[in-house]
């Protein structure tokens, strides 16, 4: 591992040298871009497959991801840019050079969301049955696009030593991922520095597919529309919220010292968890032949 641009040191895990585009007839082609590309066809994939299995029209999730694609991504850049503003007032238009990087994925579920609203008002569909099938497209999409991150380099943790540390030369990160802890540790191989860190784009990947697969197993036992939207909320929040006590480059929430991500976190994890107990303890009162779903009963008079 001598020399290696990047390598996992106790898994005995190392790439020599780190590429993060390729070119095509002239053209750079970042695989950041390529990931999240291949991350939203999968999700959108694993979408209609579940709308297939719930007997509904696969090709509404596609109408769907036609706008919702373009705005999350403008959601996930406004989102960034809020937060990280004294980036960017001084040069306005930088906030439209996507290719330097910054987006936030809660960013684009908020965008996704209220896409998704105006998109079932229209189509007077219900919102809540859509989402309980999109949401399984968008961890699926989250689980493969944080690897975009490791081919930059970014969205790593502090200084650990544990199983999975990341040890990544000093000349490929940006020195905005950089603080004084992990300048601390800095090892030193053969005249080359190195950081050495939690692979925090790795804890995120790994948790999202745990909740994939949860999900997939739950998904014919949910009780009403909603559920499974609100066990993503709550799954993807709660790992968020340990990973970003982890990572170095906290978006923060203005001049509180808190990270808005893990502030996110936690209020969507409260809410969800008081609207799954709120919801089920009306259902035991009402009794299971109560229970819908709102896009079978409203398109078909089917149940899921």
């Not at 590429?19 to 095509?24: A, G, K, L, Q, W």
């Not at 650990?160 to 905005?176: E, F, Q, Y």
């Not at 949860?214 to 993503?232: H, N, P, S, T, V």
Request: glycine share 10%; net charge neutral.
């Amino acid at each position: 591992m001598v020399g290696a641009d990047i390598c996992f040191v106790h898994l005995g895990i190392a790439i020599q040298n780190l590429r993060n585009s390729i070119t095509v007839f002239g053209f750079q082609i970042a695989f950041y871009g390529i990931i999240i590309g291949v991350g939203m066809l999968a999700g959108l994939c694993v979408a209609q497959a579940d709308a297939r299995r719930r007997g509904q029209n696969p090709e509404i999730y596609l109408d769907f991801a036609l706008y919702g694609i373009i705005f999350s991504i403008m959601g996930a850049r406004i989102y960034y840019v809020i937060f990280e503003w004294d980036m960017y007032k001084e040069n306005i238009l930088q906030v439209f050079n996507l290719r330097a990087g910054g987006l936030a994925i809660y960013g684009g579920v908020i965008a996704a969301v209220i896409t998704l609203t105006v998109f079932c008002r229209v189509r007077k569909l219900s919102f809540l049955s859509l989402a309980d099938t999109c949401v399984l497209g968008l961890v699926t999409g989250q689980i493969i696009g944080r690897w975009g991150n490791f081919f930059n380099c970014e969205a790593f943790g502090g200084y650990t030593d544990s199983l999975l540390a990341m040890r990544i030369r000093l000349s490929l990160v940006s020195t905005g991922m950089l603080n004084q802890d992990v300048l601390n540790h800095m090892i030193v191989e053969n005249g080359v520095e190195y950081i050495q860190v939690h692979p925090t784009f790795l804890y995120e990947s790994l948790w999202n597919l745990g909740l994939l697969c949860f999900m997939l197993w739950y998904r014919q036992r949910k009780e009403f529309d909603g559920e499974m939207l609100c066990i993503y909320l709550l799954g993807y929040g709660l790992g968020r919220f340990w990973i970003e006590g982890l990572r170095t480059d906290q978006l923060i929430l203005f001049q509180t010292g808190i990270p808005v991500s893990q502030a996110l976190s936690a209020i969507l994890v409260l809410a969800a968890a008081i609207y799954m107990v709120v919801k089920r303890t009306r259902l035991e009162k009402m009794g299971k032949g109560e229970r819908q779903d709102g896009y079978f009963k409203e398109r078909t008079g089917k149940t899921d």
